[in-house]
């Protein structure tokens, strides 16, 4: 079932943007197709990363706020935001942003609430393995931490030698 972005909303309250759904969503749905029309290299407030150096204008999924227990994943492979939990109709969605963020251009304090609340949400680059393997991961994201530990692993060895 792919559905639009049709089905989604902005709400605004005090200059805070949310997006909600009109629609109830079962765990696994495609809620909409991620926007791949305009690319850039350099990530800011309205991009998502898609690969290594490709950062996507995603447009309406911009006021996709993070939450350290979301309930969609933006599986970047496919190009397709993905219910990861039931979802009511008019609930806000969420996302973890790191599962798609090497390295954040604006970081900010997270206040989600969760009992795994990373507190700050900088990208995956600054969190420890055994918070990210509790995450789906985008695989620009597995290969960049793989790489990350492959080079930790080769300075400590110089280090030692």
């Known amino acids: 079932m792919m559905t639009t972005m049709e089905t989604l909303a902005i709400r605004t309250e005090n200059k805070f943007r949310t997006l909600i759904t009109k629609q109830a969503y079962k765990k696994g749905d495609v809620i909409c197709a991620m926007p791949s029309e305009n690319i850039t290299e350099k990530p800011n407030r309205f991009t998502v990363q898609i690969?290594?150096?490709?950062?996507?204008?995603?447009?309406?999924?911009?006021?996709?706020?993070?939450?350290?227990?979301?309930?969609?994943?933006?599986?970047?492979?496919?190009?397709?935001?993905?219910?990861?939990?039931?979802?009511?109709?008019?609930?806000?969605?969420?996302?973890?942003?790191?599962?798609?963020?090497?390295?954040?251009?604006a970081p900010f304090i997270c206040l989600c609430g969760a009992s795994n609340c990373i507190h700050v949400v900088a990208g995956a680059r600054f969190l420890p393995l055994s918070t990210l393997e509790n995450?789906?991961?985008?695989?620009?994201?597995?290969?960049?931490?793989?790489?990350?530990l492959k080079n930790t692993k080769n300075i400590l060895k110089n280090l030692k030698g």
């Open 51 to 105: 690969a290594r150096n490709k950062h996507t204008h995603v447009g309406k999924l911009a006021a996709l706020n993070h939450s350290c227990s979301p309930n969609v994943i933006l599986d970047t492979d496919k190009m397709q935001v993905v219910a990861c939990k039931d979802i009511e109709k008019g609930e806000d969605l969420y996302f973890f942003y790191p599962s798609t963020e090497w390295e954040m251009d």
């Open 135 to 148: 995450h789906y991961l985008n695989p620009h994201i597995r290969d960049l931490m793989i790489e990350l």
